[in-house]
């Protein structure tokens, strides 16, 4: 398989080339550009056939024209990032909601003001409510992965639901690293051509998408929804397992766990982060410290009973959060907290505040976490439960 | 009423539906004659792109549809890129595109949709060269809302967020001349068209499917619920506009202008017709309709000044 010294925007770009996308709708916004600006190049070196490009004049109508597209029948593919994103925002219902596998990459970066163009997972996680899968990748490998497997589970019949492949800003998107990529046949051959749920070319039996849906009906369109995204965590394991056997890179899991079956102690987080955290573990392991981590690859659908799993064998539960919702706290603790509640498991979770617009988290910061959860987990009670970690003092 | 002779010569409409009865307009809607006027000419292998607008409505909601073709609802502001995308697929499918047995690609939207939240999107579709058609169904407000100014809403009309009342709050802004702005991008062909000659709208219709590129047509479609007019003076009011010059006929093809009959060849009529016929007036002022009387011909020597010199 040929190897390739590339940047998590290409990596993206590649697999929406080998993926065989038939329309890319896109607006330029740093940092996503050069993922848009590799495929404009594969159309001008005749590297791909039958893909129309459109040019849009902004993210709103970016995704718009995709809805367009898709709903006509074609595998589609955009990308964005943070202000392009939230600008995306209304339309990121409509793709959700009229059933189309639309998939997307999106860069995190931090949500201006101030600006920033930095790492940030608040611009994604804002977005969990409209329909859409998510999934987090740690490296660039896992953006190549993300995309091509986004289009498998995204158009499966039983889901038919977008889905956000989300990478860091720079940290992934433009940091070159190895990306083992597939042959174009290997791809074909996991990735057949798109087979729509509808098409706005069905002139023999025409129909409308998106009607007025009276208090009667709208009830029972959302419930099928919640369905699919349920149907989703089966379909995202049967995929990811899939990938594995033939790739040998198993995705069977949406939550990856790392050294945690004798942990006491585990990092829980999302993105390109967990890389840091892996390497604190493997540091700390080194050190004597029992600790472990998960990287929640898939945000959206949550995947609440794996994390069950994990919760059940854990005395602590650091959760990092890149992200931040003001008036509460880090988005993934309120979720992993959330889902907890109703269960026998209750380990002692806390939540540390990292890494907000690009700052960086180091493997020392790390140590510094598990030395203050180990305090926690001794004393038997919190500290704090939301915790600033790097605040200027 | 009684059809002028020669117009009863000449109406050849299709006679075959693809707009079904059961459709949820309002009684005298200048927007429903349009739509039927647009599926009788292109027929079933068209895609339409309806934005929020009254259309929303009159297609009916799930799982009715009025139209016998296929038809996506979407948000307000979209239609442009809606249907750039749709065209988008089309090619990379390739699908053959307008001709004589090529889909044709509809966006269909109300005023509000395309001379305010829609334009830029409008810019877009025009400017990219999307091969498709977009009709801006003018019907002088946000009526699916209950009757709010647009920027196409003309001067002096009272509308529910310009309410007339003592201190006279009327809308107070000419008319945005959408197709001026649409004629700025140059595209393959723009006209205006009225309910009121459906002869004219139809051969404009047939027109936009044969040219290449991006068409945009502006149709007058009187409202009278929104309009306080009466429900049977829909076709007087389209005319009326046509024959004072209000909304003249004309087309725009390859940087030239072409005035259409039954546009006046003469002098236009007088507004006041036009005016008292219509309860949204009811609040101006003997200046007031001066105004507007001067902008309407100020507006139509403009507009035959190009004919003149771009003709």
């Not at chain 1, 059933?99 to 994604?124: C, G, I, Y």
Request: proline residues 5%; charged residues 25%; contains cysteine.
């Amino acid at each position: 398989m040929p190897k390739k010294v590339i940047s998590g925007n290409y990596a993206a770009a590649y697999a929406a080339k080998h993926a065989r996308v038939e329309v890319v709708a896109a607006y330029p916004i740093t940092p996503q550009t050069s993922i848009i600006e590799k495929i404009a190049e594969f159309i001008a070196n005749g590297e791909v056939e039958n893909l129309e490009y459109v040019p849009v004049e902004s993210e709103h109508s970016a995704m718009a024209a995709c809805i367009g597209a898709s709903a006509t029948g074609a595998r589609t593919f955009t990308a964005t990032s943070a202000q392009g994103l939230a600008l995306m925002h209304e339309m990121l219902h409509w793709a959700a909601g009229a059933r189309l596998p639309v998939v997307m990459v999106n860069v995190n970066r931090a949500m201006a003001p101030p600006w920033s163009v930095w790492d940030d997972q608040t611009d994604s996680l804002a977005q969990r409510d409209t329909g859409w899968l998510q999934f987090y990748a740690e490296n660039n490998q896992e953006v190549y992965d993300g995309v091509l497997m986004a289009f498998k589970i995204g158009e499966h019949e039983k889901v038919n639901l977008p889905v956000m492949i989300i990478e860091s800003a720079f940290i992934l998107s433009h940091t070159y690293d190895v990306v083992d990529m597939l042959e174009q046949e290997e791809v074909d051959e996991f990735l057949p051509p798109r087979k729509p749920l509808y098409s706005l070319t069905d002139f023999d039996n025409p129909f409308s998408i998106g009607a007025l849906g009276t208090p009667a009906d709208y009830y029972e369109f959302r419930y099928k929804i919640a369905k699919a995204m349920e149907e989703a965590k089966k379909i995202i394991k049967e995929v990811g397992k899939e990938f594995g056997e033939k790739f040998g890179r198993d995705y069977s899991q949406m939550i990856e766990l790392y050294k945690t079956d004798d942990a006491d102690i585990v990092f829980m987080g999302m993105g390109s982060l967990m890389g840091t955290v892996k390497e604190a573990v493997e540091i700390l392991r080194s050190e004597g410290y029992k600790v472990g981590a998960a990287k929640v690859r898939w945000f959206r659908p949550f995947p609440r009973e794996e994390l069950y799993e994990l919760a059940k064998s854990v005395q602590g539960i650091a959760v990092l959060d890149r992200n931040f919702s003001f008036g509460q706290e880090g988005i993934l603790f309120n979720e992993a907290k959330g889902v907890l509640y109703n269960t026998g498991a209750k380990p002692i979770m806390k939540n540390y505040i990292v890494g907000l617009g690009g700052r960086d988290l180091t493997v020392n910061d790390v140590r510094k976490i598990a030395n203050n959860m180990k305090k926690i987990i001794e004393k038997g009670e919190l500290d704090k439960e939301i915790d600033w970690y790097h605040l200027k003092r | 009423m009684e059809l002028p002779a020669d117009v009863k010569k000449r109406l050849t409409l299709p006679a075959e539906e693809h707009f079904y009865a059961g459709h949820t307009a309002c009684q005298g809607c200048g927007a429903a004659l349009g739509l039927r006027y647009v599926l009788k000419v292109y027929g079933n292998k068209t895609i339409f792109t309806i934005p929020a607008c009254c259309s929303t409505i009159i297609a009916g909601p799930w799982p009715y549809s009025a139209f016998n073709a296929p038809l996506f609802h979407t948000a307000f502001e979209t239609t442009g890129a809606v249907i750039g995308g749709i065209e988008a697929a089309l090619k990379a499918k390739g699908y053959k595109v307008k001709g004589e047995d090529g889909i044709m690609v509809v966006g269909w939207a109300g005023d509000g949709g395309t001379a305010d939240i829609g334009l830029q999107a409008l810019s877009g579709f025009l400017e990219r060269g999307h091969d498709g058609l977009y009709i801006m169904y003018d019907n002088e407000a946000y009526m699916n809302t209950g009757i709010q100014r647009s920027s196409s809403t003309p001067y002096g009309a009272w509308t529910t967020n310009t309410p007339g009342g003592k201190k006279h709050f009327l809308e107070r802004k000419p008319k945005k001349k959408v197709i001026d702005i649409v004629i700025a991008h140059k595209p393959a062909y723009a006209a205006t068209a009225s309910v009121a000659y459906p002869e004219d709208f139809m051969r404009k219709l047939k027109k936009a499917k044969t040219i290449k590129g991006p068409s945009f047509i502006q149709l007058f479609a009187p409202c009278p619920t929104g309009w306080r007019a009466p429900t049977d003076k829909t076709i007087e009011l389209a005319r009326l506009a046509v024959q004072t010059a209000y909304f003249p006929l004309f087309e725009y093809e390859n940087g030239k202008y072409k005035i259409n009959m039954p546009s006046p060849s003469k002098e236009p009529k007088s507004l006041e017709d036009f005016i008292k016929l219509q309860g949204r007036f009811k609040y101006m002022t003997k200046e007031d309709i001066q105004v507007l009387q001067e902008w309407v011909l100020s507006e139509w020597e403009e507009l035959k000044k190009k004919a003149e010199i771009f003709g």
